[in-house]
């Protein structure tokens, strides 16, 4: 099963207005975090976002903010007020367990391309 | 402060031929893990150490090998390389013990012909 989908291959938002970018997850740890990534067409993976199992309050970094439904088991990531520098592809990533040797692997989805028009 | 940093940025090999990646991480992370990233997926993981000791092997074969240094830089090498080797390779550094989260490099992207 896949541990994380992103249902959406493409989005289209208009410059200024808020985007919803889908993930959902699965894992039987109690522990774990997700991560939100974006991917512009350099290459380079840039750290958006990351929010942990047990925090309560769902995390925010400026523009981003992450809307976590620990229930459903989903992460989504809101921006809002896109602009056109925000076109790029958009991966959610999982990390499980806690101080365990693979605290660091991360498991990808498949990713959202953005695309931000005037 | 530096952010990760990858070299080379481009490389084109033969098929069977031998590659080695460099990265340096953060300063103050002790963490390294490699990605793989085939074109139109998402990050692969391949391999994590943490105080110059693998912690985390991906499901790659044993062409793939890594170290990490006193300094915490690390290499990955690959051997007898396969078209399918094709791909961007990316480095991650975490600070490590209580802090997930995980900064990427620019990558280097490696053509097998």
């Known amino acids: 099963a896949q541990k994380i989908t992103q249902t959406q291959p493409g989005m289209f938002v208009q410059e200024k207005e808020a985007v919803t970018l889908d993930c959902t997850y699965d894992t039987s740890d109690p522990s774990y975090g997700l991560f939100w990534y974006k991917q512009p067409s350099s290459g380079e993976m840039i750290f958006l976002i990351y929010?942990?199992?047990?925090?309560?309050q769902n995390a925010t970094e400026g523009r981003y903010s992450l809307n976590f439904q620990k229930a459903r088991k989903s992460a989504n990531l809101v921006i809002s007020a896109s602009q056109l520098g925000d076109s790029a592809m958009y991966f959610c990533?999982?990390?499980?367990?806690?101080?365990?040797?693979?605290?660091?692997?991360?498991?990808f989805g498949t990713g959202t391309r953005l695309q931000v028009t005037l | 402060d530096a952010g990760v940093t990858q070299s080379p940025t481009h490389l084109i090999k033969t098929r069977g031929q031998q590659v080695t990646l460099r990265c340096s991480p953060i300063?103050?992370?002790?963490?390294v893990s490699w990605y793989q990233q085939v074109l139109g997926q998402g990050p692969q993981f391949i391999f994590q150490y943490y105080e110059k000791e693998e912690r985390g092997r991906g499901n790659f074969p044993d062409r793939f090998s890594a170290r990490q240094f006193p300094n915490y830089s690390s290499e990955l090498n690959v051997n007898a390389l396969l078209l399918g080797d094709s791909a961007l390779y990316l480095c991650?550094?975490?600070?490590?013990?209580?802090?997930?989260?995980?900064?990427f490099g620019p990558g280097t992207r490696l053509t097998v012909t």
């Open positions: 990533a999982m990390r499980e367990g806690v101080n365990t040797g693979t605290a660091s692997k991360l498991t």
């Open positions: 300063s103050g992370h002790k963490s």
């Open positions: 929010q942990g199992s047990y925090d309560q």
């Open positions: 991650a550094s975490r600070r490590g013990g209580g802090e997930y989260e995980q900064y």
